[in-house]
């Protein structure tokens, strides 16, 4: 039987608990799940090679996944990797009609891909890497919405602008 195989993009700028329970869910439903790091067009805080290492900590317990990172088109990883899945979590309407344009160009740029999303836990459905971000620099408690590496390293990130 032919393996079933999803990509799993973002910006992952930092790896949130909501990125990792949709992951997670996904890896339930593929044989495989490659994460895709993509290097984005904007500013983040963590560098590519950071935000791959968070995620590579925070996602060792998942069999079946690999992480790496992208430049460039999504479709063209897509192609690149020969996978025509794409996975995506959906947080809110905001984030449903992103995500329907993209998939409208993705879709013309790449006939025949298609794009699966699951439904982010009510709990989880109002984190976001900007809103962690934000309580971090302010020495707020992220453990609540990061997983340990990524908490670890947004304390050490910022906690030279409180010396
Ligand atoms: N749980 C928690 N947060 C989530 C989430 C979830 N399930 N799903 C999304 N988010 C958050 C992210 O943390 C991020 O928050 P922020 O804006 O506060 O930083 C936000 O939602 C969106 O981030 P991300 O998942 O990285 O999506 P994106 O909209 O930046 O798109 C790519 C990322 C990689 C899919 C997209 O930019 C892409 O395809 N790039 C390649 C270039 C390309 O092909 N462009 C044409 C596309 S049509």
Redo the contacts with the bound molecule.
Sequence with gaps: MTERHALY?????P?????L??LDRATALFDRVTV???E???ATLFSLQERVALLQQSASHLDRCEIVS????????LRRRRIGV?V????SFH?YE??W??????RV?LPGSEYVF?L?RPE??T???????DVARHAGDVAGFVPPAAAAALVERFAGDRL
């Design positions: 993009p973002g910006t992952f700028d790896v949130t608990l909501g990125h329970d949709i895709a790091v993509a984005g067009g904007k992208f430049s460039g088109l999504l479709v063209d990883e794409v995506r979590g959906i947080r984030d992103h995500e344009s993209m998939v409208g160009v993705n740029l699951l982010a989880l459905a984190i976001s890497s900007s809103l962690v971000k």
